[in-house]
């Protein structure tokens, strides 16, 4: 294993598909009967959340709850409601230690770089004598693990929306001004191997945008006021003449944590089906919304058992943990009125793997593809938030077959 792991890190960093001292020499293989029943309750719990996309236009109590930014809203409601905006891809984020703990922590749904990294690492570590192993255990490869899936799936929604093979040559990638090298280049390889160029464009950069007929959203604005600067790119969007796949209905609402509260909170039960139900007690953690659903007394009295999120933070930035955070400290951010609307959900215990080292906590990310599981990653840490940009390193996590069985 030590000399397989030599081998996996050193072609990871060849390929430059992960940063050296990102990924850990562990490898674990889902156990076939939980994964399964996993599996099933994850494609549920993502098609509860594109339904919270579809109700949003319609349920006054669903937007007043989200509370989605208006400059964000108004181009929501400008969605093309003939074509049922799909949340065709999300990588959900799970915590826990079992079948009966995991809980879905967060979704993901526009972010395919640490996906398109998690195959690449297993590809690799299949490829180094480690790989006898797996094929003694007749572990399958995954469609996550094909090198080109994102470039495939993104040139087809587009080939399918009428974009012509030939303006799907040059394909825009839309990001903000301080997105990740790293994570550009390894989205751009897919379209590399296909013949194809991926070309980062600023979100706000109307002239460079108008030469492309197909995109991808890779920018979350941190601030809202910037998508003031977006209305060439709305507008193109929301019309159909710039198409991607995660449409700006799909984007802002499916991005929102608060939809985890929506998904909890017993006032919108009305959304979902009994069956959807089931999945949503099993797999969602109790969420709700700071100041509607939970009071500011209540939060601060539950602080080792609670997590504060902001309802449009990323790459772990603006997560607060209760276990992690000093009484008064806690207080104060809580009665913070900018934190007025956030998310507050109970600590999930995650999953821990003693070693030689020391003792690391993990995740497990499952990635989704046009309703079908396309494969599993984990990330691992000493901290409670697991975040490759707070230090988290990547895991090998394989299924123990093929995602299409029953």
């Known amino acids: 294993m030590a000399a397989a792991f030599e081998g996996v890190d050193a072609g990871l960093g060849t390929e430059r598909a992960l940063k050296a001292g990102a990924l850990l020499p562990a490898v674990s293989v889902l156990e076939r009967t939980a994964e399964r029943i996993l599996r099933r309750r994850v494609l549920t719990v993502v098609r509860c959340l594109e339904r919270v996309v579809e109700c949003y236009p319609d349920d006054p109590a669903l937007r007043d709850f989200l509370g989605v930014p208006a400059v964000l809203h108004r181009w929501i409601l400008r969605h093309d409601r003939r074509e049922r905006p799909l949340v065709d891809f999300c990588r959900p984020d799970l915590v826990g230690a079992n079948l009966g703990s995991v809980r879905v922590l967060e979704f993901n749904p526009s972010s395919p770089g640490g996906v398109m990294v998690a195959g690449s690492v297993n590809r690799m570590w299949r490829r180094s004598p480690a790989g006898a192993v797996l094929a003694e255990w007749s572990v399958p490869d995954t469609p996550m693990e094909q090198p080109t899936w994102f470039a495939d799936w993104l040139v087809t929604h587009g080939r399918e929306r009428g974009v012509s093979d030939a303006a799907a040559g040059r394909i825009a990638l839309v990001r903000g001004r301080r997105q990740s090298r790293f994570e550009v280049e390894v989205m751009r390889a897919q379209f590399t191997a296909r013949g194809r160029a991926l070309i980062p464009v600023d979100a706000d950069d109307d002239a460079a945008l108008s030469e492309f007929a197909l995109a991808y959203l890779k920018h979350i604005p941190a601030d809202a006021a910037e998508v003031e600067r977006w209305d060439g790119l709305c507008a193109r969007l929301t019309a159909g ?10 984007r802002w609402v499916a991005e929102n944590k608060l939809c985890l509260a929506v998904m909890s909170d017993p006032r919108f039960r009305h959304l979902f089906t009994p069956a959807q139900h089931t999945a949503l007690h099993a797999l969602v953690p109790w969420s709700r ?71 690391y906590m993990r995740d497990l990310k499952v990635a989704v593809l046009r309703g079908r599981v396309i494969g599993y990653g984990s990330r691992m840490g000493r901290n409670h938030v697991l975040n490759g940009a707070l230090g988290s390193a990547m895991a090998a996590v394989f299924a123990p077959h093929t995602l299409d069985s029953d």
Request: one cysteine or more.
């Open 289 to 359: 919304k700071l100041g509607d659903g939970v009071s500011v007394a209540e939060a601060i009295a539950g602080r080792v058992d609670l997590v504060v999120k902001a309802p449009y933070g990323f790459r772990g930035q603006a997560v607060h943990m209760g276990v992690d955070t000093d009484p008064h400290t806690w207080a104060g951010l809580l009665r913070d009125p900018a934190r007025r609307g956030w998310l507050v959900q109970e600590r999930v215990a995650p999953s821990c793997v003693d070693t030689d080292g020391g003792r």
């Open 241 to 250: 003449d710039l198409i991607a796949p995660n449409v700006l209905a799909e």
